[in-house]
C-alpha cells in the first residue's frame, strides 16, 4: 500500500533554515507527482509546494522564494529546504500523492515544524 514516512521537522528560531524529508512506498514514485502539505492548529490544511514527474515544480504564493522543493527517484525521496522560517510556518507538513486510478489521496502521518524564539 501507498506509504509516506516524515522525517527532519523540529524547533528553528525565525529566520532559520529546516529540511524535511520524505520517504516513499508502495507506487511507482517516479510516475507520481508529489505535495507537501501542511496544517496548522485551527486552520485547514494548505498545499505548499509539488514536483511533478518531470521535475517541475510549484509554490504557494506564502513561500516562494524561501522554499524549495527536491525529488530523487533513485530513493523514492522528496525534500523540502526551507529558508528564512517565520512563525506562520509552523505547522504539521505531511507528503502526498494522488492516485488518479483510484481516485485516492494519500497521506504520511506528518512531522511537526515549530519556528518559535
Known amino acids: 500500500q501507498v506509504q509516506f514516512v516524515e522525517s527532519g521537522g523540529g524547533l528553528v528560531q525565525p529566520g532559520g533554515s529546516l529540511t524535511i524529508s520524505c520517504v516513499a512506498s508502495?507506487?511507482?514514485?517516479?510516475?507520481?507527482?508529489v505535495s507537501w502539505y501542511r496544517q496548522a492548529p485551527g486552520k485547514e490544511r494548505e498545499p505548499v509546494a509539488t514536483?511533478?514527474?518531470?521535475?517541475?515544480?510549484f509554490y504557494a504564493d506564502s513561500v516562494k522564494g524561501r522554499f524549495t522543493i527536491s525529488r530523487d527517484n533513485a530513493k523514492n525521496t522528496v525534500e523540502l529546504q526551507m529558508n528564512s522560517l517565520e512563525p506562520e510556518d509552523t505547522a504539521v507538513y505531511s507528503c502526498?500523492?494522488?492516485?488518479?486510478?483510484?481516485?485516492?489521496?494519500?497521506w504520511g502521518q506528518g512531522t511537526q515544524v515549530t519556528v518559535s524564539s
Open positions: 502526498s500523492t494522488y492516485d488518479d486510478s483510484t481516485s485516492s489521496r494519500y
Open positions: 514536483v511533478g514527474q518531470d521535475g517541475s515544480r
Open positions: 508502495g507506487f511507482t514514485f517516479s510516475n507520481a507527482r
